[in-house]
T-cell receptor, first 116, second 114 residues
């Protein structure tokens, strides 16, 4: 049973460019969350997708956008890249909770983005 | 809004010694609490979670954590540390109405010395 897979694993971009990161959730999961983890910091919540819609959003500018497809896979897009966007981008999938609404996250290994 | 504080940036313990990693959270209602571990170059792996019930929860790899509402804490413990436990540990709180998001602390780096 494959877990969460992310691509690409590493990429280098220059300031002002655009990047698309991809995520396939764990089998049976329907919710995808994206996190940004800068060096030496904890993961910062970007947004969460469920039923192909953005359900929750963290404190990130509109340059960060996403999409979820009918097969539950997801993309994270970042426009007009800044040096500060250099980070590990983590995708996490989960099953939307029942009565509790609680999601237990399963993480991918991440996509390491370097902006020069 | 919920938040998580991990007061210790890094901790060093000897192999075989006991371990306690501190975590304090801020949230108005009963939170859902998690501990995750991240090895270098890897994603995060769930160690344990607290949703309700017994305030002492057991996790994988011999870890346990205790929820103390009065102290808004959820400290992680292990009685005897192994060299393979060296990693970054993240405490997290999950909550939300109309949606559920998980917020992470800054992490504690654990070093294990022989």
């Amino acid at each position: 049973d494959a877990g969460v897979t992310q691509s690409p694993t590493h990429l280098i971009k220059t300031r002002g460019q655009q990047v698309t990161l991809r995520c396939s959730p764990k089998s049976g999961h329907d919710t995808v969350s994206w996190y940004q983890q800068a060096l030496g910091q904890g993961p910062q919540f970007i947004f969460q997708y469920y039923e192909e819609e953005e359900r929750q959003r963290g404190n990130f500018p509109d340059r960060f956008s996403g999409h979820q497809f009918p097969n539950y896979s997801s993309e994270l897009n970042v426009n007009a890249l800044l040096l500060g966007d250099s980070a590990l981008y983590l995708c996490a999938s989960s099953v939307k909770g029942g009565l509790s609404g609680a999601n237990v996250l399963t993480f991918g290994a991440g996509s390491r983005l370097t902006v020069l | 809004a919920q938040s998580v504080t991990q007061p210790d940036i890094h901790i060093t313990v000897s192999e075989g010694a006991s371990l306690e990693l501190r975590c304090n959270y801020s949230y108005g209602a009963t939170p859902y609490l998690f501990w995750y571990v991240q090895s270098p170059g890897q994603g995060l792996q769930l160690l344990l979670k607290y949703f309700s019930g017994d305030t002492l929860v057991q996790g994988i790899k011999g870890f346990e954590a205790e929820f103390k509402r009065s102290q808004s804490s959820f400290n992680l413990r292990k009685p005897s540390v192994h060299w393979s436990d060296a990693a970054e540990y993240f405490c997290a709180v999950g909550a939300g109405t109309g949606g559920f998001k998980t917020i992470f602390g800054a992490g504690t780096r654990l070093f294990v010395k022989a």
